[in-house]
């Protein structure tokens, strides 16, 4: 049970806080999911999903979390033994690879070094290399939760195109649909996975598939088993507004209103609002005298800041997941944790989703009070630096 | 958007009328599901669980619909070409043949009439027949909710013990779990498979599996490839109160007020409750001069009326979805269809999950009145016979 | 803590059943009563009121019950020692009576029998006997909350004009504005007063006045004290969407739903909605064998039955609170009460605010098991007459 | 309706920012406010609200604003034209001064200069020279809400015991109680009055009054004219669980929670928070460059710094409505304005009620960047500051 002094800040990079709107949407009465009242919903679900990944393609929806959403795309494309090429931006990155494995695939994974995103270049020497045209798909991470990198869609798009192969581009936008800039159609990919948690800002519980008329053509002659997971059953219901098996109703209220709510914002004032605060929280960062995990966007290509989270490194001999207890004792405010490979090495500070200057500022408050309580050197001052950037943009 | 004459009567076999208490439940914000709290709760989910399944053994809780816990307890416990028992009880069954042939299985399926249980006799002359012990699993549906007709699931297990066959035992309890008499340990189940959205008076978006430890064992040299539904991560990381990916928190919150509601009303009242509703239907059902789909249980080895809900068969050359249609439209009371080889042939009255006798009394009264709006041949009366059923209960 | 098996039927008389969607307005984040957000927020909500009673008046708010309302009429618009003609229709006319006496006015009230209306005539021949017009105001109910009994406002207008007398028309709509037919413009009334938990579909907790502007004449040479429930700077603040001290803000969203909602509804369908349910009432009461309260609207002059609630005689030797305590224990159903001069002897069925067919058919349902259960004699089939006067209705 | 940037920071010295567990309490449905368990509920509150006002006397509760249990206080105890001693500490003080000339009564009020709190040695003399006790109450504001000042209330008991008068004693704890230590019985107060939207975490609606035996007799032989306002019939029903009237039900389910999440932290830890958070709030200001209102509790008797608000004057020329209006339209935070004398001059910063210390430090943000955005001379770092504050003594 909660008390008075407990106005939680839920900001680890998803799942984000709910906006109450949305959780009054998610506490109404269940309706019966053969009847005409949910058919409209279900359908002003899929417009305004379309709408906010920017696409006319066809839209899935499971009750799944977000590696199901990486599965369903998986299993309805490709056939077992295909090669899928990936790219280890991160943990996510990673787990996805060896979910390609479990499911009779043959991923292979470019290096990275958990700093920087997809090298373009490198997927079009690789691709240019398979001549065979045995890599069926190219599977990349568009903004890696664990690293807080974003990579550059389109970028890898150009590069598939320039190796003039015919491999399917599925992209991972679980932490960045809805919060950072991200273009479905636009960008030629094929299959957009994603789920309701993080910018969407709906509780876990849905995960979704965009697919391409190329993807759909795929799916035809793919041969991995599916039946929870088959587009086919769910995309003929679909059309007239019905699923396959019992829909997550009250999430799908839950969902048209969230979507209502980044369409009312408008989607270029939502990216905006995530990279201003992204901005300022790096401002905060460097005040303090710590860095950011991400590696220079200038430096390093395919790679840019994450508007969604922020991941800092700890000063050496300092353990992050000591100061994620202190901050979440003293402060009763969640942050992510280092995930494998940069495990006790960062903390991740989530500012997607439902958010605004004074959770940003209250967030990165006590995120220097608790730097202070653990002993962890740093300066202070991160927050008058971040109000410096977030005033220097909106004051002008 | 709701109007004030609307208090939607959702008397389909589920999703059922959710509680306040659980939707308000659902309605908190979200927490950190790597956090303490979280925990905590999934903690609690799991023992209140196991005490409504009445077991000890593991359970293991998807973000999925019903469908998906079938899927689930197929391809951790079974390998490819493995022969499953199967009985044709009504359409679900049929819909979880069709799954097990999807998968790569070959079910056999018992032929049935749709209007009785399955016939342990028939399980046992299978079971002895198959001497090379081909049949892996007897999958069987304890409450088909196309019929309403409730089997004998103990009987069953004696059936295999009887045949002395290594078979698994795996019952779907969909529509009975919470609302009927079932026992996972006492009945010797193997796996039960369950969901959210019916006894468990929670909107659909969680299926689950509780697994015996042969169970268990049987998992571990099953081959049908699993990822989102493999047992083994999801039965470690439950161990401490964790998920291997992104649970639904919300619901969890919802889940574990609705089983507090189970266990503070008492697993017998519950059954008793629902048994007593059951009989005040098939009371209306008899006055009003139509028929009940499913037959006399004692005329049936393996049937028994389903306290769930109660199919009742239109008179011939009455439409049971033209009927449905006029009482959603004059009534605001949603009704289940007939499904499959018995569509427009049955209604299907919906009394599971959270349910009184004023809201089963206003049910019926709707129903009476909307098949005389729809012109259906009928006696009135049959909310009196259901009163005079209740009450010289009630009164005893 | 409601159990599974309970969603209590609140057919009291007021509070009725709010609906979700005005509850989950209510739960909204308090905002600041300063604000432009509530100013637009009080501004809908005046003039929502206006458009439910019919008026293009002013209308006052007040964090208060509905005998607030009748203290602020009466010390609004009167002096000490005026006298105020009144009309013993029931207890609540008795009540308001006391209340003037308290306040220092010098209450007449002409008698009644409880089970009829104001006569018209009555009022007429005492105001033309007052030719000195020591009567400064005509105060009557429109809707007798505790007998059942609807007064024939015009004709009380009527009688008022015949006499050419100029005492005010104070009127109490508590239990019938948003169920009953009300217009308070083309009725020619002074004070309007009503509250927020009966056929305004919301908790209690406000109180409101509609005032003509002869009543703000009235109010200018009214020496009767008065803070909290002067008229004057409530009516300045209001023309901004303001209050003269801290609102009910979290109520005031309330009912800006629950106005929406009677307004996209349709006023006339409302009502007729409520004639529709009085009347089946009444058919299942008549079928029982019992007699209701109010008297036969033909007979009587200024009395009609209201659509509000229905009271229900009790055959003699039997008590109607015992009768209400088996219903409340076995049905979780509460009934109203028989208040003062009729206790024990008639229980009241409210089908005011949120209701339909299904809700009274259970409402009813339970009335006639309780009636069984508490050995009160009695003919089944009420429910049947009911539903033959809901279908004959709804049907044609 | 709400967008996905807006959490809205309701940092008004009142409403405050309800909890979600007192919204969700608020949001069950209404029950029967005559049935057994409205009974419990109000039991409860009343205990609840004794054990947070620490007393042991009578309680009553209106369904009003705070003003109508000023007006409460004085009905109940006061005849026409008795005299009433009051302190000008502050706009709300002088409204229950205009209140009481008013309702009749005589008030003469020591004048204040807005920045300090009660002189006890001013309320001595002056009681000292009433040597024909006509004075008849001395009412004083605990914590002037206008201004962030705090008043001694036991010193003012102590200069009425000096005095030997008979005065009674009527405390205005608006924003104090469940915010500030307060003491009704150790601090001999007669009349406690108070409200629900403030330390209490409610939205408005309900106003209270706490009375001693002393204050009790004086009912007895008061004269002011009082219906609505009256204790008697209220304390006669409340013994057992009733209100005279209808009363507020579902802001009594929110009373009963919230109180409990008070008694849950513990009083002293609330009030120890509170202290903290504004002690915070100081340094920032000071950090800003700026003043505080109240003025230095060491200099001025009877005066201390408010644990509940923060009044801040502005510089010279710089206006303290322009610079809310800024903080809203950028930063969806709403602060109290400068009311009467002081209008314009100082902002309040509101830090009672539900309140952590990173929302705390979101406010402080938005304020420092709110005052860069409007031009308001100042030195940045005022977060900086509050941060050293909130972990020098939490890092103790």
Not at 55 to 73: L, N
Not at 272 to 298: F, I, K, M, N, S
Not at 303 to 323: C, G, N, Q, W
């Amino acid at each position: 049970m909660s008390v008075a002094s407990s106005r939680h800040f839920l900001q680890i990079p998803g799942p984000t806080n709910v906006p109450d709107r949305v959780l009054h949407a998610i506490a109404n009465p269940t309706i019966d999911h053969r009847g005409p009242d949910f058919a409209d919903l279900a359908l002003e679900v899929f417009d305004k999903l379309r709408a906010v990944a920017r696409t006319s393609a066809d839209v899935v929806i499971y009750p799944s979390s977000g590696t199901g959403a990486w599965e369903a795309a998986l299993v309805n494309t490709l056939s077992p033994g295909d090669e899928v090429l990936m790219y280890e931006t991160g943990h996510f990155a990673e787990l996805w690879s060896e979910l390609a494995t479990t499911l009779g695939l043959r991923p292979e994974t470019i290096p990275g070094d958990w700093r920087s995103g997809v090298d373009p270049d490198a997927i079009e020497q690789r691709l240019r290399a398979d001549t065979q045209h045995r890599i069926k798909a190219v599977a990349v991470v568009h903004n890696e939760t664990s690293t807080g990198v974003v990579s550059d869609v389109p970028a890898v798009r150009a590069a598939i195109d320039a190796a003039g192969h015919p491999a399917l581009l599925l992209v991972d936008t679980i932490s960045s649909l809805g919060s950072i800039d991200y273009r479905h159609d636009e960008w030629g990919v094929d299959v957009t996975i994603s789920c309701s948690q993080k910018g969407l800002m709906l509780p876990p519980g849905i995960g979704l598939n965009v697919i391409s008329a190329k993807a759909l053509l795929a799916a035809q002659s793919a041969k991995l088993t599916k039946a929870y997971w088959d587009w086919q059953p769910l995309l003929s219901a679909g059309k007239q507004g019905y699923f396959r098996y019992t829909p997550p109703t009250n999430m799908l209220f839950g969902m048209r209103e969230a979507l209502s709510m980044l369409l009312e914002e408008g989607l270029d004032e939502v990216c905006a609002r995530h990279d201003r605060h992204a901005a300022a929280t790096r401002a905060a960062v460097r005040a303090w005298g710590l860095e950011v995990l991400c590696r220079d966007p200038g430096t390093t290509p395919g790679t840019d800041h994450s508007s969604a989270l922020t991941a800092v490194l700890m000063p050496p001999e300092h353990d992050a997941d000591r100061l994620r207890e202190v901050i979440l004792e003293h402060f009763d405010t969640s942050l992510g944790a280092g995930l494998s490979k940069v495990a006790k090495k960062v903390f991740r500070i989530g500012h997607l989703g439902a958010f605004n200057d004074a959770t940003l500022l209250g967030t990165l408050g006590v995120v220097e009070a608790g730097l202070g309580l653990a002993g962890v050197p740093h300066e202070p001052g991160g927050v008058t630096a971040a109000i410096a950037e977030l005033t220097g943009r909106s004051g002008e």
